[in-house]
Each structure stands twice: as C-alpha cells, then as structure tokens.
C-alpha cells in the first residue's frame, strides 16, 4: 500500500509500505518507483520521482508492538509507548487519547492498566485486520 496526504498548500507525504525482504528497494529509487509506480496517483508520480531522486528517502520500521505495559509504580505510560499498530490503520491517536481519559479517571497506574486492558484488544485486533487486508 501507499498513503499520500497533504502537509500543506504545496507538500505532501507519501508513505510506501516496504516488504522486509524488498527492503533495498529503499536505497534503489529507480526499483522503489518501479515497483510502486501502478499505486501511485498519476498527479504524484513525477514529483514522487523528483523527491526519491533528491536523496534517500526517511525510513521508519514499521512493526506491531502488543499493548502489555501500561506503566508500574507511579509512571504510566500511554499512546505509542504501550504499544502500536501500522500508521495505515490510523488508530494511533485514537487509542492514545482513549488512554489519557482512562488514565485521568483512574486512581492509580494498576486501575488504569485494568481498564485498558480490557478496552485495548478490540483496536489491536481490528487494526491487525485491516493492515491484512490493505497488503
């Protein structure tokens, strides 16, 4: 898959979603484009080109981490640093903001935990799949 959204008047980002083992694709823009060119929107190819062609692209792993670790003894941990999900599933924001209310209602990092816990599977395993079915 491959997201585009705009940044500004005159920006935006695409984001490809690599294979690991297509990884060296990153380092080729020749193969990169080549290999993505029927995704992406014909008004974006060229300056997609333009971009890859000015230097190497920014590169994050994107891999799915289980949301355990609410936090222990007084550090509560919430958005990203529990856990997270493919950027493409778009449930990021979403499950942090849920776990700062969480966290605001609760008396302590255990209550907090508790009632993630029980809250928190449902956007795991629906962003699971839909990253499925995107790939």
Known sequence: P??????????ARVC?????????WVRNPVELLAAYQGMIPGGL??????????????????QWMRRRRYGAKGIALVGDAVGHCHPLCAVGMSVGFLDAVALAGSKSVEE????????????ELLSMGLYDLFV
Request: aromatic content about 6%; charged content about 25%.
């Open 16 to 24: 490809f979603d690599v294979p690991a083992d297509r990884v060296a």
């Open 45 to 62: 190819r060229a300056a997609c080109a333009t971009a890859i062609g000015a230097g190497p692209p920014a590169v994050a792993a994107n």
């Open 2 to 11: 491959v997201l585009a959204f705009r940044v500004d008047d005159r920006r």
């Open 112 to 123: 907090y935990a508790s009632a993630r816990r029980a809250g928190g599977r449902v956007p």
